[in-house]
């Protein structure tokens, strides 16, 4: 890919299950190294459009290119650049910490050490504790080391702090900031407002399907004259969001 070329491109997508639409129309452009925000109620059409820049579901209408890529017609090439953290994990329950990391490394060329992903996400004390023996939220930090462990070059984080307590939360902000000073693209599904004003350049609102708004977090706080991102959201939608009672 050229530098000079956006890391992922999504132009009117649009996604239905059965009679209710989820996504009506997403168009969103992410410059190579930027990191993006996606904020929105539940419901909004977030991690729709997330996993259809993924490839992990098909648009209805709409075109995507991540990193110059199909997500769909070069999927297996798609794999080997872009690392995927979802709500939820779903691993197998049997297997410790450090064989689901050796296993995913194994798909890679490259892939960062084993010592130095747990370190990252702080489970090295954890190491050798099965799956289903971790807590939520070390659930949750296992699945962002596995997203990263082929060192790719854009990464989806979809909630990236949910169920993690506040001390927990930061360290991951600081993975991220790391992520980000070594040139990854970021798009970062979040609730937490102060996270995306902290990680994010820019911040795409949706509301029912639709973006709303795309802007830096401090253009936005000006063109809804508020002090803060949470209040600007209120004032473009008229909704709150809900918020992570960690």
């Known amino acids: ?21 989820a996504v009506v129309d997403v168009s969103l452009r992410v410059e190579a190294g930027e990191a993006v925000g996606v904020v929105g109620v539940n ?3 977030k991690t729709t459009t997330v996993e259809m820049i993924a490839g992990l579901r098909v648009p209805d209408h ?6 110059g890529l199909d997500p769909r017609r070069d999927r297996a090439q798609l794999r080997q650049v872009l690392g995927v953290q979802l709500q939820q ?17 194994s798909f890679y060329p490259d892939p960062r050490s084993t010592d130095e992903l ?12 099965r799956f289903e023996k971790l807590s939520g939220g070390q659930q949750q930090r296992l699945s962002i080391a596995l997203a990263i462990a082929g060192r790719p070059r854009v990464v989806i984080l979809d909630e990236l702090t949910t169920g ?20 990854v693209t970021v ?60």
């Open 164 to 183: 993690l307590d506040p001390k927990a939360r930061r360290r991951m902000w600081g993975t991220v900031e790391r992520l980000s000073s070594e040139g």
């Open 43 to 45: 419901g909004a059409g």
């Open 62 to 67: 709409g075109r995507i290119r991540v990193l």
């Open 187 to 246: 798009l970062l599904v979040s609730h937490f407002m102060e996270e995306v004003e902290r990680l994010c350049d820019r911040v795409a609102m949706l509301d029912a399907g639709r973006v709303v708004a795309l802007d830096t977090p401090a253009a936005l706080r000006t063109l809804a004259r508020t002090a803060t991102l949470d209040d600007a959201f209120v004032a473009l939608t008229g909704r709150q969001l809900e918020e992570d009672a960690a």
């Open 1 to 21: 890919m050229n530098s000079s070329e956006p890391a992922i491109v999504a132009e009117n997508l649009a996604k239905s299950y059965r009679r209710a639409q």
């Open 118 to 129: 747990l370190d990252m996400v702080e489970l090295t004390d954890q190491r050798r504790t």
């Open 89 to 105: 994990a779903y691993l197998h329950h049997a297997l410790r910490v450090t064989e689901l990391v050796d296993l995913y490394r």
